[in-house]
């Protein structure tokens, strides 16, 4: 079975405005036959890390949320807090942070909703029974949300090969919690130099696992620690850390996992935007040069198909010159791996293979063009 992958450039005219060009795209692409009447719909998007330049603008955004109202969902724009420490990493520095980068009620016409909560310990546990995941730890807003509909920003990320809707969905719906079981197969630790002894990491383990030396600092009994990465959630000075899994081809596809837990029971809609495609995450409060020239914007009901020509879109591109890929301007690497050249030791297939193995979508796609 092949999927209908819809595409568009982002050459203008007069008349017709980028935002504009967007919702004629997602139309073509079936957007209105969605089934949201009534119905809470997530828009799920990176708000952007503060000083970070390459989010998508909220101009989109607010185009999107024209688009649901008119079909008469009861739409929000939402995301989940980061498990590091950053200016997303609760709920009321997220709100500032999303405001800052244009994502605020007066200008996408729209609530924004932190999905798992002020400190990032809402969620709803939702069932896998894949390989690698029994359940899916996903934060409240968007696991309650009738109806998902993405909006990527697709470039590069140092961990996962690039950021496309998988990584969008998968780690971004997730909950620390979830993040926790994406990133590490290891429990967490505490890094006794950052502790302050304020109890609140022994205060909000429910299983009795972290507890205050003679030295006023937290350890945790690894016989009862379950790895729920709550400690990590709560602590406010950096002392409570998950221990780092390198394995890219292991998360991405926990990554696909947890994507599908949250779509195989709702309605759902994607569109990508190949702009800006830096080669790190907009988790980052900076961004680098692009890795190739503006492409497009690309649309479908299949994740996986929609994340597959996005990528096969970025290495037929050109390298452009004075990125990180081509600083001297010598080698314009059509054809190459752009992701895998910047990352040497990311996998994005893998995620991609996985996907289409558990039934997430197929990355067999037709494209096109408008």
């Known amino acids: 079975m092949v999927s209908k ?3 568009t450039d982002l050459h203008t005219t007069p008349s017709l405005s980028l935002p504009k060009k967007m919702e004629q795209l997602v139309r073509e692409a079936g957007i209105d036959r969605l089934d949201c009447k009534d119905k809470f719909t997530a828009i799920k998007i990176h708000f952007g890390e503060p000083g970070n330049m390459a989010f998508l603008r909220h101009n989109y955004a607010a185009r999107m949320v024209k688009i649901l109202k008119k079909m008469e969902s009861h739409v929000f724009l939402t995301d989940s807090n980061t498990l ?23 200008a996408v016409n729209a609530p924004v909703i932190i999905a798992d909560g002020l400190k990032g ?9 894949s390989a690698l995941c029994k359940s899916a730890k996903i934060g409240s807003a968007i696991a309650d949300a009738d109806v998902i509909v993405s909006m990527t920003h697709f470039k590069g990320h140092e961990q996962a090969g690039f950021g496309g809707v998988l990584k969008n969905i998968g780690m971004g719906a997730a909950s620390k919690a979830g993040k926790m079981d994406l990133h590490s197969s290891s429990k967490p630790v505490i890094e006794a130099e950052h502790c302050v002894g304020c109890r609140q990491c022994e205060k909000n383990c429910n299983y009795g696992a972290v507890i205050l030396n003679e030295k006023k600092k937290a350890v945790i009994d690894y016989n009862k620690c379950v790895g729920c990465g709550q400690c990590i959630a709560v602590c406010r000075y950096s002392a409570a850390q998950p221990v780092w899994d390198n394995a890219s081809e292991l998360m991405n596809k926990k990554v696909a996992e947890y994507t599908h837990a949250l779509l195989k029971d709702k309605p759902h809609f994607h569109i990508s935007f190949i702009v800006d495609v830096s080669p790190e995450c907009d988790c980052w409060g900076s961004n680098d040069i692009p890795l ?13 198909a929609l994340d597959q020509a996005c990528a096969d879109l970025v ?32 996998d994005w297939r893998v995620g991609l293979e996985h996907a289409e193995k558990i039934g997430l979508g197929t990355r067999k796609y037709e ?4």
Do not use: C, Q
């Open 5 to 7: 992958v819809y595409f």
């Open 84 to 106: 590091y420490s950053g200016r997303r990493s609760d709920a009321i520095n997220h709100l500032y942070s999303a405001w800052e980068n244009g994502y605020n009620p007066m």
């Open 121 to 129: 310990t809402e969620y709803r546990e939702l069932p896998v029974n």
């Open 292 to 304: 190739v020239p503006n492409i497009g914007m690309a649309a479908s009901f299949d994740p996986v």
């Open 315 to 346: 290495m037929a591109a050109p390298a452009l010159s004075g990125s990180a890929i081509n600083k001297e301007g010598k080698n314009d690497l059509k054809g190459v791996d752009k992701f895998r050249h910047v990352h040497p030791n990311t």
């Open 367 to 370: 494209l096109i063009k408008m």
